[in-house]
C-alpha cells in the first residue's frame, strides 16, 4: 500500500468541506484530477472513503474512521517539515566550532574577522575547550567542526592538517642575557621546571615524546591553565615549553620565548569533522576559511 501526500490532503479537503468543488478550490486541483487522486487513494486502501451522488457528497464509516488520522498525519507532516526548514536556516545563519584555547585566543578571532568579512550574515559559536573536549564535541556531534591537536583515537572522525605547531621555551626576561636565542634541552632542564597537570594531553604528548631522548623534566610547579605559566614564568618561579600557538599570549604576560631543538618538538594542529557527516552550508563556508588562512602562528 502506497498513500501519498497528495492523497491525504485531497481527502481531508473532500472531508471538511463536503464538496469537490469546494476542496479543488482550497487545494488548487481542478475537479477531474481531484477526483483522481481520490480514486487512487480509496484502490490504495481497499474500499471507499467517500459515498458520491450527483447532489452530495458524504464520508463512509470507513471515511469517517479514516479522517481525524489523515488529519493528523497531515498535521505532522507540515510540522517536521517546518521544524527541518527551521534546521536548515539554523545551519545556515549559525554555526559552532569548538576550539582548544591556545587556538581560541590568538589566531582564530583573525580566522573569524575574515570569515565575518565574506559571510557577515552568519554568526559564529565558539567552545574553546580543552583539546580533548573538542574531540568529544565534534564526536558527538554537539559541533560540526573542531580545531585541535591530532588526536590519538581518530575513529569516526576525520583530521585536515593546518600546520605543525613546535613547542618554545618560556623564559624570564631576566634570563635573556644569559642564555642563547636557539635553546637546547641541556640548557634548560638546569632551571625549575612549570608545567601543566596531569592528565593535560600537552604535558603527556611532550613527556612522552622526550622520554624517548632519555630526557626528563625537572617539575617544580605546576598549573591548571597555561595563562597561569605564563605569570609564574614571567614572575621568575621557573622556565616552561608550551606550544608556539600560545607563544603572543606568553609574552603580553612579561614571559620571553625562545626555540628550543635537540629534539625539536611538534604537534599537527587541525580541523576536525565527523566521518560521513556532510557540513552544512555555514560550516563549510567556515572550513574553507579555516584552510584557506592556514599557518603556523
Not at 157 to 174: G, I, R, S
Not at 198 to 209: A, C, K, N, T, V
Request: proline content about 5%.
Amino acid at each position: 500500500m502506497n498513500v501519498t501526500h497528495k492523497q491525504l490532503k485531497a481527502f481531508v479537503a473532500v472531508g471538511r468541506s463536503l464538496s469537490f468543488a469546494d476542496a479543488g478550490a482550497s487545494i488548487h486541483l481542478s475537479q477531474p484530477a481531484l477526483s483522481i487522486t481520490i480514486k487512487n487513494l480509496e484502490e490504495a486502501v481497499g474500499g471507499l472513503l467517500l459515498s458520491r451522488t450527483t447532489r452530495a457528497v458524504a464520508l463512509t464509516p470507513e471515511g469517517e474512521a479514516f479522517f481525524p488520522v489523515a488529519k493528523r498525519l497531515l498535521a505532522d507532516w507540515d510540522n517536521a517539515v517546518e521544524a527541518l526548514h527551521h534546521r536548515f536556516l539554523l545551519h545556515r545563519d549559525h554555526v559552532a566550532i569548538a576550539a582548544m584555547p591556545s587556538f581560541a585566543c590568538n589566531l582564530l578571532p583573525r580566522y573569524i574577522q575574515q570569515f565575518k568579512a565574506d559571510h557577515g550574515e552568519i554568526g559564529v559559536t565558539v567552545h574553546d575547550v580543552i583539546a580533548e573536549d573538542v574531540v568529544a564535541l565534534v564526536r558527538s556531534g554537539r559541533v560540526e567542526l573542531g580545531v585541535c591537536f591530532e588526536p590519538n583515537d581518530a575513529e569516526n572522525l576525520q583530521f585536515h592538517t593546518l600546520f605543525d605547531d613546535e613547542f618554545v621555551a618560556v623564559l624570564p626576561a631576566e634570563m635573556a642575557t644569559h642564555l642563547p636565542e636557539v635553546l637546547t634541552w641541556r640548557d634548560l632542564i638546569q632551571n625549575d621546571f612549570i608545567l601543566l597537570q596531569r592528565p593535560s594531553g600537552i604535558r603527556l604528548f611532550l613527556e612522552q615524546h622526550l622520554e624517548q631522548h632519555s630526557i626528563h623534566l625537572p617539575t617544580r610547579y605546576e598549573a591548571h591553565q597555561l595563562a597561569t605559566i605564563g605569570r609564574m614564568v614571567a614572575s621568575g618561579l621557573g622556565v616552561s615549553v608550551v606550544p608556539a600557538l600560545c607563544r603572543q599570549q606568553m609574552e603580553e604576560m612579561g614571559a620571553l620565548c625562545r626555540p628550543v631543538v635537540g629534539p625539536a618538538v611538534s604537534r599537527k594542529v587541525g580541523i576536525l569533522t565527523r566521518t560521513g557527516h556532510p557540513l552544512s552550508e555555514a560550516a563549510s563556508a567556515l572550513n574553507g576559511c579555516l584552510r584557506g588562512m592556514s599557518k603556523a602562528p
